[in-house]
């Protein structure tokens, strides 16, 4: 068991409020990643969970018990932080092995078994061959994955990973990632992940928790995140290149409802944002669509949105194409494939899919449909 409950937390460091009220509640077993920019509140949260750092307000509970002031060592949680400490004077294999040694009796290990565990995991970080030398005879990357082993090795009610990652180069991450969620399948250990790199949230997470100055701006799964956006800061911060705002003003349309006047053209207000617009009396938002979602065409067709091309960026098996629409406003086209070869200044047609687009006000960032 390992649900981990954080009821109201506020952290306060001197004048900055670091985490501003965060409830969250990670369920048993979950991969659960906390994404956001840099200072959002992250590490905090994430030390919070592990006793490093006590709340000024709200509670901590793990499985049902609150652990707000325990010490970390009676938290039975395992981390893993940027900034990882290994014992210079042993051995990679000793460094592992340490959390075991240090509670084998309670755990009821035999030596036997401790090696079996250790190597077990440093195969699975690739750092098999490591075993006998010293932490300074290491590159970086290499001593980030014995601190993550050690970790690991352990089968605590919670992992709490702190950018386990993020010393790693591009492929071997990438690997990494691949079986660090496997592990976490395989074990169904509570986890905790923190990452300010959005496509590594989406590719581990089972839900994820977006962070933005000390608060939760939305939870959901990958795909939740992704296609349902409650904010313009999930919007954006979510996706590569990130979901397209167009600035609209709200006008009089032609039949009950309010019209959309967007750059280059207008289209009337669908129902339910109707309401919240009148409601509220908003009068400008943004009209936001991810870049898969609007297909190009040299070839205009009713209701086409007339465009010119800006620029065309290869991503190898696709293209972003950018487009200008109305004076000054670029829209990012995702492409599969180019069926025509799309030069800067070509004439081109864009249909969005109106079923996917989002509506934000524009003075508060939410969602109104
Ligand atoms: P990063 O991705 O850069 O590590 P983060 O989202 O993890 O960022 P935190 O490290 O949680 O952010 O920091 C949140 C805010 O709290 C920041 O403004 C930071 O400067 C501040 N902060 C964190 N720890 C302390 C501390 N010990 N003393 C004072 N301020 C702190």
Request: charge should be positive; glycine fraction near 8%; charged fraction near 25%.
């Amino acid at each position: 068991m390992g649900e981990v409950f954080l009821d109201g937390v506020v952290k306060r460091f001197g004048r900055v409020t670091a985490v501003n009220g965060v409830t969250l509640r990670i369920r048993d077993g979950e991969f659960f990643v906390l994404l956001g920019p840099s200072g959002c509140g992250k590490t905090t949260t994430l030390r919070l969970i592990a006793g490093l750092e006590f709340p000024d307000e709200g509670r901590i509970y793990i499985d049902g018990e609150d652990v707000t002031y325990k010490d970390p060592k009676d938290r039975n949680v395992a981390m893993v932080f940027q900034n990882y400490a290994l014992y210079p004077h042993m051995t990679v294999f000793d460094n592992i092995a340490f959390p075991l040694y240090m509670r084998r009796r309670e755990l009821g290990l035999t030596k036997e078994e401790i090696r079996k565990r250790v190597v077990e995991v440093a195969r699975l970080l690739r750092i098999d061959d490591l075993l006998n030398r010293k932490p300074g005879q290491l590159s970086g990357g290499q001593q980030q994955r014995v601190a993550l082993a050690r970790a690991l090795v352990r089968r605590p009610r919670v992992w709490l990973m702190d950018e386990p990652l993020s010393n790693l180069d591009a492929l071997l991450r990438l690997a990494m990632r691949a079986e660090l969620k496997k592990l976490q399948k395989d074990l169904g250990i509570t986890t905790v992940y923190v990452t300010h790199d959005q496509a590594e949230a989406m590719s581990m997470a089972d839900r994820i928790a977006v962070m933005n100055e000390g608060r939760v701006v939305q939870v959901g799964s990958p795909e939740d995140v992704y296609l349902e956006p409650r904010h313009v800061f999930v919007a954006t911060f979510i996706g590569a290149p990130p979901m397209n705002l167009i600035e609209c003003k709200i006008v009089e349309g032609v039949g009950p409802n309010p019209a959309l006047e967007c750059p280059g053209f207008t289209r009337p207000l669908p129902g339910d944002a109707a309401r919240v617009v009148e409601a509220r009396g908003i009068k400008s938002v943004y009209l936001g669509v991810r870049p898969e979602f609007i297909a190009i065409s040299k070839a205009e067709t009713p209701g086409s949105i007339p465009g010119i091309v800006y620029v065309v960026e290869p991503l190898g098996s696709e293209h972003v194409v950018n487009v200008n629409i109305g004076e000054d406003t670029i829209l990012k086209v995702k492409v599969l494939g180019l069926r025509e070869k799309l030069r800067p200044g070509d004439k081109v047609y864009l249909n969005i899919d109106w079923s996917k687009v989002k509506i934000f006000d524009k003075a508060t960032g939410e969602v109104l449909a």
